[in-house]
């Protein structure tokens, strides 16, 4: 399996003139948002991938530190690629009685 690097990186309009709201990009500083990491009004932060709509509630959580929303975040991330992946595999039932 490829490793997919994740960046946290400030967002271009940051949006509330801190540093506890982050974008977090897909293999690259500059690539793809495909989550957030922000500080709640709890203390907790606060985690979501937001590459798809309705963003299901397994795709979002609370943590402790910065690190560990990180670390909840990449796991999810990781885990529906490979669901994706496999997902993927083989020809899908419409293609394999079409006429060529």
Same mark, same amino acid.
């Given at each position: 399996?490829?490793?997919? #690097?994740?960046?946290?990186?400030?967002?271009?309009?940051?949006?509330?003139?801190?540093?506890?709201?982050?974008?977090?990009?897909?293999?690259?500083?500059?690539?793809?948002?495909?989550?957030?990491?922000?500080?709640?009004?709890?203390?907790?932060?606060?985690?979501? #991938?937001?590459?798809?709509?309705?963003?299901?509630?397994?795709?979002?959580?609370?943590?402790?530190?910065?690190?560990?929303?990180?670390?909840? #975040?990449?796991?999810?991330?990781?885990?529906?690629? #490979?669901?994706?992946?496999?997902?993927?595999?083989?020809? /899908?039932?419409?293609?394999?009685?079409? /006429?060529?």
């Amino acid at each position: 399996m490829s490793e997919h #690097l994740l960046f946290l990186t400030l967002p271009h309009s940051n949006r509330d003139g801190t540093s506890t709201d982050f974008d977090v990009r897909d293999g690259k500083p500059n690539g793809r948002a495909i989550g957030r990491i922000c500080l709640s009004a709890g203390g907790e932060w606060f985690w979501c #991938l937001n590459d798809s709509a309705p963003s299901p509630a397994a795709d979002r959580g609370y943590a402790p530190t910065p690190a560990k929303a990180m670390l909840a #975040l990449k796991h999810r991330w990781r885990a529906r690629a #490979l669901k994706r992946g496999k997902m993927q595999v083989g020809t /899908p039932e419409w293609m394999k009685n079409r /006429p060529e």
